[in-house]
């Protein structure tokens, strides 16, 4: 079963030059397009029982006028909105990211977690991770403001976040809502959100995986980017 939803970052819309330049008309084409294109199979592609809809079935599908498709299509294609297959298929480059970094993250996952920590040695496996400069933050397990997030305070929480996730898989990504993705992104802002995820995720795998998970990941967050530049 296809999940119901897909990653959209309303900053990333409207912080498109090339598509803020196409037509109020070719972006709404676009969005409809991308709908179409989280049904499909390879995900990502314009495709309809594996085949690619004429400009009359995209009419219909999106409620343009079909004499309307080409023109929009060709603006699109133009500011290089999407790509296309060898065949001619259009895709979603950004879909079709996400869902082969999704697949990676649920093999690595199964494997017991990212492959580039389970290869670390000790010594590279301290509490404190190198940042920018070579400079060591000084973040412990010990410190009692992290410390605390790993406490049970709820069993409504424990109930949905269960501690059978292992250390190694664990991947604080399944845990985050876009809505947790915006505020991390406000509350580091300048910092690679993604490079920070991937440090805490080290992080709890070299301590224990915490009751709260996403608590936990907004106080590991305040604590490593207070007074530091991205």
């Known amino acids: 079963m296809k999940n119901p939803w897909f990653k959209f970052y309303p900053t990333d819309w409207k912080g498109d030059d090339a ?19 989280h049904q499909a199979t390879p995900y990502g592609h314009l495709l309809i029982d594996a085949n690619a809809p004429t400009d009359d079935e995209l009419s219909v599908l999106t409620g343009i ?5 080409p023109k929009l299509l060709g ?4 500011k290089k909105i999407f790509s296309r297959t060898a065949k001619g298929v259009i895709y ?11 697949s990676q993250n649920a093999k690595n996952g199964k494997n017991g977690g990212n492959p580039n920590l389970c290869k670390e040695t000790e010594k590279s496996l301290s509490v404190n991770p190198l940042v920018k400069g070579g400079v060591k933050a000084q973040i412990s397990e010990s410190d009692p403001e992290i410390k605390d997030l790993y406490q049970d305070t709820s069993s409504a929480r424990e109930e949905s976040y269960p501690q059978a996730v292992g250390r190694r898989a664990f991947d604080i990504e399944r845990f985050l809502t876009d809505a947790d993705r915006a505020a991390a992104r406000e509350r580091a802002a ?10 805490f995720n080290g992080f709890v795998a070299r301590s224990e995986v915490p009751r709260d998970p996403v608590a936990a990941f907004f106080g590991w967050l305040s604590k490593f980017t207070k007074g530091k530049a991205p």
């Open 190 to 199: 300048g910092w690679d959100l993604y490079g920070l995820i991937r440090q």
């Open 92 to 102: 979603s480059r950004r879909m079709v990211r996400d869902a082969k970094r999704l």
């Open 65 to 69: 006028r079909f004499d309307e498709i």
């Open 19 to 37: 598509l803020r330049l196409c037509s109020p008309a070719a972006r709404g084409l676009w969005i409809e397009i991308l709908c179409i294109c």
């Open 75 to 78: 603006e699109l294609e133009k």
